[in-house]
Nanobody, 123 residues
Framework: QVQLAEYGGGLVQAGAAQRLSCAAS????????MAWFRQAPGKEREFVAA????????NYTDSVKGRFSISRDNAKNRAFLQMNSLKSEDTAVYFC????????????????WGQGTQVTVSS
C-alpha cells in the first residue's frame, strides 16, 4: 500500500554534492523506517543508509560514512540522502526503501521499494 518515488538524480562532478529525495504516499509515513540502497552496473544491490521512524537512529555502510547523510521530514512524508564529496564509485541507481519497524534499522528485508534514480559521477 506504500508507494515510493525518488528524485534528484543526475550527472555531477567528482567532489561535488547532490541531494536525493524520496516521496512516500499511501501509508502512515511516521511508522516506517527508511533506507537508501544503490546498484551500480554489473554489481549487486548495496545498502547505503537507513533512518529510524523519528530519526533518532541512523546507519551507514562504511564506504559512505562521513560523506553521506540520511534524514527525514515526517510532516512532508519525505526522506533524503545528502551526498557530499562524490566519487566515481558512487555512480549507481539509487533506490528508496521502507519498512514498518521500531528502533534502529539496517536495511534488512525492506517491505517497499521505489523505482530508483540514476546518479552519475564524472571524474
Amino acid at each position: 500500500q506504500v508507494q515510493l518515488a525518488e528524485y534528484g538524480g543526475g550527472l555531477v562532478q567528482a567532489g561535488a554534492a547532490q541531494r536525493l529525495s524520496c516521496a512516500a504516499s499511501g501509508g502512515t509515513f511516521r511508522l516506517y523506517a527508511m533506507a537508501w540502497f544503490r546498484q551500480a552496473p554489473g554489481k549487486e544491490r548495496e545498502f547505503v543508509a537507513a533512518i529510524s521512524r523519528g530519526g533518532a537512529y541512523t546507519n551507514y555502510t562504511d564506504s559512505v560514512k562521513g560523506r553521506f547523510s540520511i534524514s527525514r521530514d515526517n510532516a512532508k512524508n519525505r526522506a533524503f540522502l545528502q551526498m557530499n564529496s562524490l566519487k566515481s564509485e558512487d555512480t549507481a541507481v539509487y533506490f528508496c526503501a521502507a519498512k514498518n519497524t521500531l528502533g534502529a534499522w539496517y536495511g534488512d528485508r525492506p517491505e517497499y521499494w521505489g523505482q530508483g534514480t540514476q546518479v552519475t559521477v564524472s571524474s
